[in-house]
């Protein structure tokens, strides 16, 4: 198998009118969802384009999902943008990505037109004839090592990187994804990430792999929780991938009392570090034969490298290991002196084999720094990825996470790099110097800054015009003089422990 293609072909096959995807409008079949791509796909065709990126710049929706796969049909890849993310951050991925097209719809048109002059408007796209020759031409020519897609994390320079994924990558990760937790035609998935976001790669191609049903849920669900567990009774719902944040408001509203997932058999979480007390919760007040598993991964690697199936208790105060490696998927864990680390021993996690993404779109100085040449492998080219995540292996041969090498950080599900809203704040007017420090204790983000004639509502809403959401510091103080270190930098230590409680 060569194209993730392949996977709704052989089930619009198998299962023509079985629901692929949902959402509360609407619900496509995998026929459906096959013949809608094409269509679209067939439509952008005129722009003559082989593997380059088009834009997909629509809410979260079904249609999403068609204009994702169109993309694929066309023999390019594609980039899914946030509609809700400032223009200017966008202008930034643009610039360096320069899409051959956007695909959007009358809603978002006018922002789309600030955005590339190439827009294809969803609604008349998908009603294009499907030219079945040009398809085929197209598909003929193309590889496993084809990109899929590209996704955007936060970037310490204020560029945000665009780590590239291919086919290969995709069909080597559901492979693992779908036989570890049993994904099958009976599966429904309640999807909550964003699909900018790298784990709803784990839920979408593990759907189309397997014949199995994707519901997107409403956002506004994980505001009235209530809603959320009769969402997922309402749809059947028996697996879920959720960040942490998201599993921990049903525990933090100790909604059990009240209602209960009524066919939930999977409950799978990764992207932030998962509080045991909040899935003790979970764990104490639901069916014992529920399976809970803790997945650990940068977008880098697919969407996972580790994961480690509950199998015994732990403790509130005790963190969950983060596991074992993959399937096809190899970690080292390799100290100061660049040798593997011994067992109890920090050191930094790398990640081999075929969910090792190619490397970050048109930016070879970033690539160079984190795809690197195996540290023990003295004899044959072998890129492996470095997570700048610090880990140790307990006495059951677990890997557990202990904290990031760097400034990034992980909140709320998202990758966070501290220094991309540092660059955002020094660029207003006013701001002599600004820091970003990380209260880990309340997991908070706190900005810290000299300057005058500004107030924290002032820069506040700068960031707002420049940031997503999650990025947005909790906190903003200000400060006379900032610390300096005898290297001349700023001392985040010292503003760390003025700053955080």
């Not at 204009?67 to 023999?75: N, P």
């Not at 956002?219 to 959720?242: G, M």
Request: aromatic share 12%; glycine share 4%.
């Amino acid at each position: 198998m060569k194209n993730i293609l392949e996977y709704i072909e052989k089930n619009a096959e198998k299962y023509p009118d079985k629901t692929a995807f949902s959402d509360t409008e609407e619900s496509i079949t995998y026929n459906e969802l096959m013949e809608k791509a094409m269509s679209i796909a067939t439509s952008f065709s005129e722009i003559g384009k082989r593997n380059c990126p088009i834009a997909v710049y629509l809410d979260k929706s079904v249609k999403t999902i068609c204009a994702m796969f169109s993309v694929t049909y066309s023999g390019n890849f594609y980039i899914v943008v946030d509609t809700e993310m400032p223009l200017e951050r966008i202008h930034k991925i643009f610039s360096g990505l320069s899409p051959a097209a956007i695909i959007t719809d009358e809603a978002h048109f006018e922002k789309a037109k600030l955005l590339n002059d190439k827009i294809f408007l969803y609604d008349d796209a998908v009603k294009t004839s499907v030219n079945r020759e040009k398809l085929s031409e197209i598909r003929s020519r193309q590889i496993d090592t084809d990109p899929l897609y590209a996704l955007y994390t936060s970037g310490s320079t204020g560029m945000p990187k665009g780590a590239v994924l291919s086919h290969r990558n995709v069909i080597s990760y559901t492979e693992w994804f779908t036989a570890a937790f049993d994904i099958n035609s009976e599966t429904v998935f309640g999807n909550q990430t964003p699909f900018y976001f790298s784990m709803s790669v784990s839920d979408i191609y593990s759907t189309i792999k397997s014949g199995a049903t994707l519901c997107i849920i409403p956002k506004v669900c994980f505001s009235f929780p209530v809603n959320l567990i009769k969402f997922l009774n309402e749809n059947k719902i028996n697996t879920i991938y959720w960040v942490p944040s998201a599993i921990s408001i049903v525990s933090n509203f100790k909604l059990f009392k009240y209602i209960k997932p009524e066919f939930l058999k999977k409950v799978l979480f990764a992207g932030e570090v998962m509080p045991t007390k909040q899935l003790n919760y979970w764990i104490n007040n639901l069916d014992k034969d529920i399976l809970y598993a803790n997945l650990y991964g940068p977008t880098e690697t697919t969407d996972i490298c580790t994961y480690y199936v509950l199998d015994r208790h732990f403790e509130d105060d005790e963190p969950l290991p983060i596991g074992r490696h993959c399937d096809n998927c190899d970690v080292l864990i390799i100290n100061d002196n660049h040798e593997p680390a011994e067992k109890g021993e920090e050191g930094e996690l790398y990640v081999r084999g075929s969910f090792v993404a190619f490397g970050y779109y048109g930016d070879d100085e970033k690539t160079k720094s984190a795809f690197v040449q195996n540290p023990i492998n003295k004899y044959y080219p072998e890129t492996v990825y470095k997570t700048g995540d610090l880990v140790r292996e307990n006495e059951r041969g677990e890997i557990i996470y202990i904290t990031r090498k760097d400034f990034q950080i992980k909140r709320m599900g998202y990758r966070v790099e501290l220094g991309e809203i540092e660059t955002a704040a020094n660029s207003i007017e006013n701001i002599d110097e600004a820091v970003c420090v990380f209260d880990k204790r309340n997991d908070k983000i706190i900005l810290v800054y000299q300057g005058k004639k500004l107030t924290a509502e002032d820069i506040l809403k700068h960031l707002k015009s420049k940031l997503p959401p999650y990025m947005i510091p909790d906190k903003i103080e200000k400060i006379t003089l900032m610390p300096h270190n005898q290297n001349g930098k700023i001392d985040r230590k010292a503003i760390s422990e003025m700053m955080c409680e």
